[in-house]
């Protein structure tokens, strides 16, 4: 993606529309130049457009894209643009010419926001190989200790409703077998009645 038109603090002398990409309509960043038509494009958009359905044919004249290093003349018409730091909305005041944008880019000490976990963090910290990384996991972890917890959940009430069913179970069996106890206490005594009766016949 190319440098945002809003960045540019002075363009000099420099006309507008050389250094337009034709892609991404921003200022060109890292730019390759079409071998066969010179049309110029930001090689990441230029990449990224030879990846998606388009195939690789170029942008303008549509004939197989071949790149090739940009022009001394167009490289001297950028390196006369003046641009603000990228970080400026976190309070880096720096306004730089083109050429030395990349390198301040990467040492600039500004506080950026991550697009991961919305902290604020310097570069030198080493934030997304760090801090956020361990957020990812501690958010992670959170997440599968409530799963955790909601299974050990269900899984004592089930055992409850087991409990609960099993002591059902074995107090019907209990009122079963007094039952069945007071049923054959009864035909023990109806036997020993009849035996009575047959006893005194005699």
Known sequence: MGISTESIVSYGDT?????????????????????????????????????????????????EFKGIRVSRVLLQLLSKLQIRCGHTPNGCAEVLFYDALQNHLLECKYEVRCSKCAALYRKEQGHDRNDCLEKQM??????????LTDQ??????????????????????????????????????????NNKHQGKSF
């Open 138 to 147: 501690k958010d992670q972890n959170d997440a599968f200790q409530t799963r």
């Open 15 to 63: 006309p507008v529309d050389p250094v337009i990409c034709s892609i991404c309509h921003g200022i060109l960043w890292k730019p390759v130049t079409c071998a066969e038509c010179e049309s110029t494009y930001c090689g990441e958009c230029i990449d990224t457009w030879l990846q998606t359905a388009n195939g690789k044919t170029c942008p303008k004249c549509g004939c």
């Open 152 to 193: 050990q959940v269900v899984i004592q009430n089930l055992e409850k409703q087991m409990k609960d069913q099993t002591a059902e179970f074995e107090k019907k069996l209990a009122q079963h077998q007094d039952a069945l106890q007071e049923l054959q206490r009864l035909g023990q005594n109806l036997q020993n009645e």
